[in-house]
């Protein structure tokens, strides 16, 4: 095996594609714990479904608003790659803008919006009357104008919400395209092996090697009669691990990465009937660590709009599974560094009332309620009748703690073990990052490995570059 992937969520798949795609690799493979691809954070309702291009994300500083643009865009270049159906199945057009409300908020938008608008040219800065054309439920309340001053910032329409579950189907049917019927460079048939209810269980290094230990998963039965079982374990000379919150794990179980803690922070979600036309997010404030509030419709929901995420620490690396509780606490890795994080967090007034909201956001009868008066913001005139919570959506980011230098890291970590293997963590906004991210590892296999690797196609189909070949 020349590359082991593991996970096959949007991170793996689309790494899978790009190794498929642009190098000449003989064989290659994906492992995924599930019967299906893209069941945890990159389902489609596990997420916001948003390519996060900076500049509707009040979060964002504008050198990182610059740097996620060009990974972002690397979607919508992919898009062009597909066939029209199954790209309107992946990324989907629509209006998006970011909603400042009050005096404050508006004058700091209105600062954001001369500094941001030269690097995005699409951006317009909308006013009440305009903010009432694009989303009158947004301005108005009852008919007439909301009191509140308002302004915002929007984009008419660009491809901005996308489907990671499905986006990460297309990764593996078009890398299964690349791969079929190509010779690598030794000259047999290229293969791609997709080994899927099967959960990676250690990986030890040989040598150069590495050798994969894999078991069925329990539950989790995916061989069809006369289908070739798959193999007890595989001897790979490059591994990338794409797990989500579990690369830690695994790589704290082979000594790597010790110096991160992991704190899991579940969001979860409110349905409303169709309340909007496009994504309406809020802005930042800026002494909380976790992203604001938004609005938008559900794209697997055709006529929902959808509220949230909400933030909320919860003790369990994968939502909905109560086991991993106790994988949980093997990467809290809980000592006095983790407890000065927690501490500098509490300390905040603002950070520390966010946190018990967000638990009451769990609590049956009450949620309802107190979401409502948060949704209010967006839609002032939503009654709670409209309102309902989300059962089943949502995830879990897990954002890291840095021991060594006490902090907590809000973007994604990659840990480079030994040299083919790496382990990353992919908290929000992972998906916008997927297909960046995988360049980056590929570059560092086709180093390795020495393959072929079209960097020039791959520069000019998903960076968007003029190829340098037509030009000559
Ligand atoms: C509430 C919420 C909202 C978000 N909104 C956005 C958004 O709008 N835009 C955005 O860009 N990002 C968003 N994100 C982040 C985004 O969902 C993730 O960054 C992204 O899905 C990560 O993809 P991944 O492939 O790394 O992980 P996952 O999708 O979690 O996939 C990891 C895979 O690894 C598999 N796995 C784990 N352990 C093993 C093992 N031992 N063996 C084999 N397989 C294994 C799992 O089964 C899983 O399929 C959001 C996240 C949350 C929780």
Redesign the pocket.
């Known amino acids: 095996m020349d590359v082991l992937i593991?996970?096959?969520?949007?991170?793996?798949t689309a790494l899978l594609f790009e190794l498929a795609r642009y190098t000449d690799l003989a064989r290659i493979a994906l492992?995924?714990?599930?019967a299906e691809?893209?069941?945890?954070?990159?389902?489609a309702s596990?997420?916001?479904?948003?390519?996060?291009c900076g500049d509707i994300e009040t979060n964002y500083t504008l050198e990182k608003a610059l740097s996620v643009k060009r990974t972002a865009e690397m979607i919508v270049h992919y898009a062009d790659l597909l066939e029209p159906d199954v790209r309107e199945r992946c990324v989907f057009r629509t209006p998006k803008m970011v909603l400042a409300v009050g005096e404050a908020e508006c004058a700091a938008l209105r600062e954001r919006f001369q500094q941001f608008s030269p690097h995005f040219p699409a951006m317009e800065l909308l006013e009440k009357e305009q903010i009432a054309a694009w989303e009158p439920n947004v301005a108005l309340l009852n008919g007439q104008p909301r009191p509140e001053p308002l302004l915002a910032i929007g984009i008419r329409s660009t491809y901005t919400a996308v489907d990671?579950e499905q986006l990460a189907a297309s990764f593996v049917d078009q890398a299964r395209t690349a791969v079929d019927g190509t010779t690598a460079a030794g000259g047999g048939a290229r293969q791609l092996d997709l080994l899927l209810g099967?959960?990676?269980?250690r990986i030890t290094p040989e040598g150069d090697l590495f050798r994969v230990q894999l078991a069925p998963t329990p539950g989790c039965g995916t061989a069809q009669p006369g289908e070739r079982q798959a193999p007890r374990e595989l001897l790979a000379r490059h591994v990338v691990v794409?797990?989500?919150a579990?690369s830690l794990l695994?790589a704290q179980s082979m000594g790597y990465g010790l110096h991160y803690s992991c704190l899991p922070v579940?969001?979860s979600f409110y349905f409303t009937p169709d309340l909007l036309r496009g994504k309406v997010y809020t802005l930042q404030n800026d002494k909380l660590p976790f992203a604001a509030i938004h609005g938008d419709p559900d794209v697997r929901a055709p006529g929902q709009t959808r509220f949230?995420?909400t933030a909320l620490l919860l003790p369990l690396l994968e939502r909905y599974r109560p086991a991993s509780f106790w994988e949980f606490l093997r990467v809290l890795r809980l000592d006095w560094a983790v407890l000065s994080v927690l501490w500098q967090l509490l300390r905040v007034a603002d950070i520390r009332n966010y946190i018990l909201r967000n638990l009451l956001f769990e609590v049956p009868w009450l949620r309802r309620r107190l979401f409502l008066a948060d949704a209010r913001k967006i839609v002032p005139g939503m009654r709670l009748e409209d309102l309902r919570f989300a059962k089943g959506f949502?995830?879990?980011?897990p954002q890291l703690i840095d021991k060594r230098q006490r902090r907590l890291m809000l973007g994604e970590a990659s840990i480079p073990a030994r040299p083919g293997l790496v382990f990353?963590v992919?908290?929000?906004?992972?998906?916008?990052?997927?297909l960046g991210n995988a360049a980056r590892d590929l570059e560092a296999i086709a180093e390795r490995l020495g393959c072929r690797f079209d960097r020039e196609r791959l520069a000019c189909e998903l960076y968007g570059e003029p190829s340098l070949t037509a030009a000559a």
Do not use: D
């Open positions: 593991v996970g096959g969520g949007v991170c793996g492992v995924e714990r599930y691809l893209a069941q945890v954070n990159s389902r596990s997420n916001s479904q948003t390519i996060h990671y099967t959960t990676v269980r794409n797990a989500g579990h695994m579940a969001g949230g995420p949502g995830g879990v980011r990353n992919t908290p929000s906004p992972g998906g916008t990052c997927c």
